[in-house]
């Protein structure tokens, strides 16, 4: 199972002119899950990214695991 949620996540911090779209892509198989998170500005080019796999993290990180790490949204994938 493979799913996708984009949202607009503000204005971008390298240029502060472009907007920052915030992409959650999430894949599931088995008892693993795999997000990761891109930050990317529609002007300059900025991108961040990160994965995270549910294998390697803490018992109490989990609740945390459809929060984006760098706008702290929750993801509305289905
Ligand atoms: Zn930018
Ligand atoms: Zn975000």
Redesign the pocket.
């Known amino acids: 199972m493979r799913t996708q949620d984009q949202q607009m996540a503000g204005s ?1 911090p ?5 907007s ?1 779209q915030c992409s959650h892509n999430y894949f599931e198989e088995g008892d693993l899950r795999i997000a990761s998170w891109e930050h990317r ?1 529609n ?4 991108r961040e990214t990160t994965a995270i796999r549910s294998d390697e993290l803490e018992e109490e990180e989990k609740a945390n695991f459809d929060l984006c790490p760098f706008c702290q949204r929750r993801s509305e994938r289905n």
């Not at 390298?14 to 472009?18: A, V």
Request: net charge negative; proline share 0%.
């Open positions: 971008c390298e240029c502060h002119q472009g920052i500005c002007e300059c080019g900025f």
